[in-house]
């Protein structure tokens, strides 16, 4: 039974690498993201669509401008060689797409629809509020009987020239004083995996 045991764990462990061999390079980013949300924390559902309404509403001139300053002692996160990686996440997320990825881990689920696009009470309505019993961050809405669902949502991946780096922006909403964020992610290629180099927190709740 050991051995029927280990056979199996080795076909699976093999049958995953084939997977994310064939993955395109965005969904290996989005899996590499992913991975280090969803260690030893309790699954969310996911966005179906990329997000890209941060990006309308923060000019890129300001974010550049606050990301090369060093703040409280610390260095400045946006380095100079960084800032075209920037540029080109912000063009690649002019409108919201479906995300184009599902993740390896079968216990994640991915709200189908796309429920970004509409106006911030709509969505809050679709996406946030669900019956209160199910799961949720315990925050209810007692005019509706609804409290709130958190979900993670990602942007598009902008990658280098030379395919060495990616960068993505990504958040948990729906978390009202529960630990609702966004960030900015910078990875860099290293064999056949994204590594984390940059981790920048945006807001968090």
């Known amino acids: 039974m050991r051995t029927m045991r280990?056979?199996?764990?080795?076909?699976?462990?093999?049958?995953l690498a084939s997977c994310m061999r064939s993955a395109s390079p965005e969904q290996s980013v989005y899996e590499a993201i992913w991975s280090g949300i969803s260690v030893n924390?309790?699954?969310?559902?996911i966005a179906a669509t990329t997000d890209s309404r941060w990006f309308l509403e923060n000019e890129l001139s300001n974010v550049v401008a606050n990301g090369?300053?060093?703040?409280?002692?610390?260095?400045?996160?946006?380095?100079?060689e960084y800032v075209p990686l920037l540029e080109e996440l912000y063009r690649v997320n002019k409108r919201n797409?479906?995300?184009?990825?599902?993740p390896t881990d079968k216990s994640a689920t991915v709200l189908e629809g796309n429920f970004l696009s509409k106006p911030r009470d709509e969505e809050v309505q679709a996406m946030c509020l669900v019956p209160t019993g199910k799961k949720t961050v315990?925050?209810?809405?007692?005019?509706?009987?609804?409290?709130?669902?958190?979900?993670?949502?990602?942007?598009?991946?902008?990658?280098?020239?030379?395919g060495s780096l990616a960068m993505v922006k990504?958040?948990?909403?729906?978390?009202?004083?529960?630990?609702?964020?966004?960030?900015?992610a910078i990875l860099k290629h290293v064999g056949d995996d994204w590594v984390l180099v940059v981790s920048r927190l945006l807001w968090i709740s």
Do not use: N
């Open 6 to 15: 280990s056979c199996l764990t080795a076909i699976f462990l093999l049958l």
């Open 41 to 45: 924390r309790p699954t969310k559902p």
């Open 97 to 102: 797409e479906p995300l184009g990825w599902r």
């Open 138 to 162: 315990g925050v209810a809405d007692a005019s509706l009987s609804r409290s709130y669902r958190p979900y993670y949502s990602f942007s598009r991946v902008a990658f280098s020239r030379d």
């Open 68 to 80: 090369m300053q060093a703040r409280g002692g610390e260095e400045a996160w946006l380095k100079p």
């Open 170 to 184: 990504y958040g948990l909403a729906c978390a009202p004083l529960s630990g609702g964020h966004e960030a900015f």
